[in-house]
């Protein structure tokens, strides 16, 4: 399969999530503090590299796959997600400068569930959430307690890795999973172009 083909499928895979995470909040009033980037600053976020195919796609269609690429082998201790721009004004707070193309733990934190050793559904959220809004946090657990619908982190991992199960099976770093997918990206082009196709 070509990127761009692996590249729409796993956008399909985002859209249907996105659609069940709207379902989520809609039912149970979950939603983010604005302009909280809290979550994206944890420095052990792990991903893999096939959520960040998108990103490294449309990094190389902008012409920024390159710089990327080398800003991340050059620094491979960085603190943040490389996707993150700390605000510097008050506050301190974040956001994700590539929040279109952000990946499938991204997407995923805060609104779906991961199922215990029981096979029962556990709510995956943070801290703030928790605090800022103990409401409509109640109401997400007792939403689930009652089987109601909720994204289920490990199938929408499962989905990603049918497009792809070298580089959707191993989970790493976040930035490290970033220069997987771009290089995985500029390997191809490249390939492509010396082939001149
Ligand atoms: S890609 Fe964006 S949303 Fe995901 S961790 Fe990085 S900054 Fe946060």
Request: net charge positive; aromatic share 12%; hydrophobic share 40%.
């Amino acid at each position: 399969m070509s990127i761009y083909r692996k590249v729409q499928a796993i956008e399909r895979v985002f859209a249907s999530l996105e659609r069940e995470v709207a379902t989520f909040q809609e039912s149970t009033g979950m939603k983010c503090l604005s302009g909280c980037g809290a979550c994206c600053k944890k420095p052990d976020i792990a991903a893999t590299p096939l959520e960040f195919l998108p990103l490294a796609y449309q990094l190389y269609k902008s012409g920024q796959a390159y710089k990327w690429f080398e800003e991340l082998r050059a620094e491979p201790e960085m603190a943040n997600c490389k996707a993150f721009l700390p605000f510097v004004s008050e506050g301190d707070r974040g956001f994700c400068n590539q929040y279109n193309q952000r990946g499938l733990i991204c997407r995923l934190f805060g609104f779906s569930a991961m199922l215990d050793k029981q096979g029962v559904p556990q709510l995956i959220t943070c801290k703030t959430i928790k605090t800022e809004f103990p409401e409509a946090h109640s109401v997400s657990i007792k939403h689930i307690a009652d089987k109601q619908p909720v994204p289920i982190m490990r199938n929408f991992y499962f989905q990603l890795r049918a497009i792809d199960t070298d580089l959707g099976q191993t989970l790493m770093p976040i930035n490290k999973a970033i220069e997987e997918a771009i290089k995985v990206v500029l390997s191809y082009y490249s390939y492509r172009q010396r082939r001149g196709a």
